[in-house]
């Protein structure tokens, strides 16, 4: 089993800034692909960000030179730092990683979210 802890999410004024973590336990053999996913309410959930096990990232263009993902894989943690924050980047911030478990194989655990809300 693995397990992920979200972390960081909560109210900020539009032009702030917000910094989200999600850390993961458990069975991992090995962390691939880490990433952040959002879904607002009525829409569905879409990619925000993500990063390989190698470092290359991808973003969402709604986001870019806005928000940095990172990861630190010694400590099995992707981050995301969010600046220049806008009332339309209200939503639940999802995590998803790509693991290779010990047990079961090659497997994507998603974190139970957390709320990020931008008040104009």
């Known amino acids: 089993q693995v397990q992920l802890v979200e972390s960081g999410g909560g109210l900020v004024e539009a032009g702030g800034s917000l910094g989200l973590s999600c850390a993961a336990s458990?069975?991992?053999?090995?962390?691939?692909?880490m990433g952040w996913y959002r879904q607002a309410a009525g829409k569905q959930r879409e990619l925000v960000a993500a990063?390989?096990?190698?470092?290359?990232?991808n973003y969402a263009d709604s986001v870019k030179g806005r928000f940095t993902v990172s990861r630190d894989s010694t400590k099995n943690t992707v981050y995301l730092q969010m600046s220049s924050l806008k009332p339309e980047d209200t939503a639940v911030y999802y995590c998803?990683?790509?693991?290779?478990?010990?047990?079961?194989?090659?497997?994507?655990?998603w974190g139970k979210g957390t709320l990020v809300t931008v008040s104009s």
């Open positions: 998803k990683i790509a693991v290779v478990t010990q047990f079961a194989g090659a497997m994507d655990y």
């Open positions: 458990g069975s991992i053999r090995s962390l691939h692909s």
């Open positions: 990063i390989t096990s190698g470092g290359v990232t």
